[in-house]
């Protein structure tokens, strides 16, 4: 049985060749960004983009939480698999990024599903628990430290059947590397160990990109 092949850049030229269903204002966004101070690091691969598209429509979801939102190319991602009537909360510490994305919102004709909330994440995930809200998928991208807090919440938030995908649960492959003791790494070691003996989810870390784990609400 074949074992984890190595994703070098001539396997992911072939899959962005053979999967990957691009256009001018998905690339334009990317293009928009990757000049940008930790650009590569903070941009989901077009990919992992696509395959949040395809969780929106696999779910059926009609709303959408994503924490952290950069210069909203996921974001754009999940709005346009939404239906036409369907709401994406998205949250970001700060306008400054999400701002060079907003234009491209406008060019897919899906701005008006986006719902952009910035301040601490944390506040807003507080007051859409305080008014009753539901999600049906959650997408959780941002700081590693704060990771352990979305989690909690982000599960009050979804609906049973709901679909959370945490990115960046390889962390640049730090996590399986007993020296790496910073915060970041700590965090989302602690998280991945939770979300294990979570039985409160079904759950299946994916190795790709830097790592993808779904958890789907019992």
């Not at 994703?7 to 999967?19: F, G, K, W």
Request: charged fraction near 25%; include cysteine; aromatic fraction near 6%.
């Amino acid at each position: 049985m074949a074992q984890q092949i190595t994703a070098t850049p001539e396997i992911l030229d072939y899959v962005r060749a053979t999967s990957l269903r691009d256009d001018e204002v998905l690339a334009g966004l990317r293009a928009e960004t990757a000049g940008l101070p930790a650009a590569q690091a903070l941009q989901v691969m077009p990919e992992e983009g696509q395959l949040l598209g395809l969780l929106v429509h696999l779910t059926r979801a009609a709303a959408v939480l994503e924490i952290g939102t950069f210069t909203g190319y996921s974001t754009l991602c999940m709005a346009r698999a939404l239906p036409a009537d369907g709401r994406l909360v998205s949250c970001e510490i700060t306008p400054k990024w999400p701002s060079l994305g907003q234009p491209f919102w406008e060019k897919a004709g899906v701005a008006d599903r986006i719902d952009l909330r910035i301040g601490d994440a944390n506040d807003t995930l507080d007051g859409l628990i305080g008014a009753g809200a539901e999600f049906d998928l959650v997408f959780v991208d941002a700081n590693k430290s704060g990771y352990l807090d979305y989690y909690e919440k982000s599960l009050v938030l979804l609906r049973r059947g709901g679909l959370m995908v945490l990115d960046n649960t390889l962390f640049f492959g730090r996590v399986a590397d007993p020296s790496a003791t910073d915060t970041d790494t700590v965090a989302v070691r602690e998280l991945n160990e939770l979300v294990h003996a979570d039985e409160r989810v079904e759950i299946s870390l994916l190795p790709m990109a830097d790592g993808i784990t779904l958890a789907v609400k019992h």
